[in-house]
């Protein structure tokens, strides 16, 4: 039987290897951290995975990264049921806000699962693997080395399989590069003469500030899930149990707001916002816990048709990532690894045409949502710096899809319609070009956006907001 040994054991090494056992390989997941727990309750307190920085961050699961859990992965969403997570609706919530309400229409395709706290969502993966036939999971392993056989392509290495921190030596059929961002197969590629792939990155980031609360009764929503207000953006997400999340994030340049770290400064924050106030009526942790992601960044592994190795796939993070202001990661990696897992399984025996087609699916498959995300943070990053410094809009009027994308978010807290199409695209289930290449949509948006005042999530000025946290 053949085997593919992947590198991390974080949602994608685990959803690919179950995808590839799914297939008939055998799949080996090898992780530096310790292994999980062996009960969910014990997720939160018990589990640290110390490769991870964005471990204990909130993590929400997309409508869309549901959806292929439930027709690929179906064992995932049962372990989120056994945990007894709750499922959620987030545009739907939306929709009773409306001045009309829902209406006829139908919101059910943004159904999704909810934990809010990125441990429990894990462990999920991590059970349904260690009940997936053909999955052996190995933590406390690293990675340190790859072996190459005969190549393929004349100078191009062909791996085929891996050196372990203990010396131990695993071959494989087809080596899957699952490490997360801060991966280190691109320096193991150059160790074994492999050119060495070209990374891209934007750099816009932000400082995400999460604290966790806990009460009987979970927040009720009054405003948008995810809002901008001014130079920060507040993210309010149910839980699982008695748990909800408020995140606030900022600008790394904004010194002043680092004071949000303090929980007592993060709760007058959060009472500062009309519409979010109550989202911080729970016993909320003692820790705020808040990390710096400042690029979005894609790697080639395939330039000008030449793979920089044969044998060797890099799926998820490791591919691709991009700032997490949207949430979106663990659904991407889903997006990767489901048609990844088939051009594997499909090509085990040809590793050139391998290379060819999990360029192509990147390409098909995750680059457009990967390149969707940037522009959002590229249309919201200079307007966090804007309202920082007291400066006067970033972006030209003139620009059409700066002016579209904003017409679109505010014209749908107007119309029923114009929110199930953005919700669409906010759910990562269609693209907004595609969205918007339907006939009549354009002239709905434009018409609510402009009957309309602009929508604005009420919150403190800047200099409210800085006498807040001096
Ligand atoms: C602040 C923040 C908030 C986020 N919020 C969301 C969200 O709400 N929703 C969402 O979908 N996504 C979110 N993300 C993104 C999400 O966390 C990632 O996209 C996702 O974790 C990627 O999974 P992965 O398996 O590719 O990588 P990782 O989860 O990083 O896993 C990589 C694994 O590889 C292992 N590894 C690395 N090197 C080696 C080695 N040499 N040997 C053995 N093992 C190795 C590591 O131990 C690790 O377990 C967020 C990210 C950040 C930074």
Not at 251 to 260: C, E, G, V
Request: hydrophobic share 40%; glycine share 10%.
């Amino acid at each position: 039987m053949a085997t593919a040994v992947i590198i991390g054991g974080g949602p994608t090494g685990l959803a690919t290897a179950m995808l590839l056992a799914r297939r008939g390989l055998d799949a080996v997941v090898l992780d530096r951290d310790p292994p999980a727990p062996d009960r969910v309750t014990e997720a939160w307190d018990a589990w640290r995975r110390r490769s991870v920085s964005q471990f204990r961050q909130v993590h929400f699961l997309q409508p869309a990264g549901k959806a292929l859990l439930d027709e690929h992965l179906p064992a995932v969403i049962d372990e989120l049921d056994a945990a007894g997570v709750r499922s959620v609706n987030l545009t739907a919530q939306m929709a009773r806000l409306l001045p009309d309400g829902p209406g006829e229409l139908d919101f059910g395709a943004f159904e999704t699962r909810t934990t809010c706290r990125g441990p429990v969502l894990e462990f999920a993966f991590v059970n349904a693997a260690r009940s997936t036939v053909g999955v052996e999971l190995r933590n406390d392993t690293v990675v340190v080395g790859l072996l190459t056989g005969p190549p393929a392509v004349d100078g191009v290495p062909h791996v085929t399989g891996v050196v372990t921190g203990s010396g131990e030596e695993i071959r494989a059929d087809v080596v899957i590069d699952a490490g997360g961002r801060r991966t280190p197969v691109p320096a193991l590629l150059e160790s074994i003469g492999a050119a060495r792939p070209v990374e891209e990155g934007v750099d816009i980031g932000f400082v995400y500030n999460t604290r966790y609360y806990r009460g009987p009764v979970a927040p009720e929503y009054r405003g948008d899930p995810l809002a901008a207000v001014g130079s920060f953006s507040v993210l309010t997400m149910p839980g699982d149990d008695d748990y909800w999340s408020v995140t606030l994030y900022h600008s790394p340049k904004d010194k002043a707001l680092r004071k949000i770290r303090d929980p007592e400064v993060f709760d007058r924050v959060v009472r500062s916002l009309p519409l979010q106030a109550h989202w911080a009526d729970g016993r909320g942790d003692d820790e705020v816990v808040s990390m710096a992601s400042s690029a979005n960044a894609t790697r080639s592994y395939v330039m000008d048709g030449v793979p920089c190795a044969t044998g060797l796939v890099p799926i998820g993070d490791a591919w691709g990532f991009t700032n997490p202001s949207l949430g979106r990661g663990i659904t991407f990696a889903l997006m990767h690894a489901v048609p990844a897992s088939d051009a594997i399984a499909d090509h085990l025996d040809r590793p050139v045409d391998l290379a060819a087609a999990w360029d192509r699916v990147t390409t098909e498959h995750a680059l457009p949502w990967h390149d969707a995300t940037v522009a959002f943070d590229k249309v919201r990053g200079p307007e966090v710096e804007a309202f920082r410094q007291g400066l006067p809009d970033p972006h030209d009027p003139d620009d059409m899809a700066v002016a579209g994308a904003r017409a679109f978010g505010s014209a749908s807290h107007y119309d029923a319609q114009v929110l199930q199409w953005f919700g669409e695209i906010s759910n990562c289930l269609t693209l907004a070009d595609e969205v918007v290449a339907r006939p009549g949509v354009l002239g709905r948006v434009l018409d609510v956006a402009i009957a309309n005042p602009p929508y604005a999530t009420p919150g403190p000025t800047r200099s409210q907001l800085e006498e807040m946290l001096a």
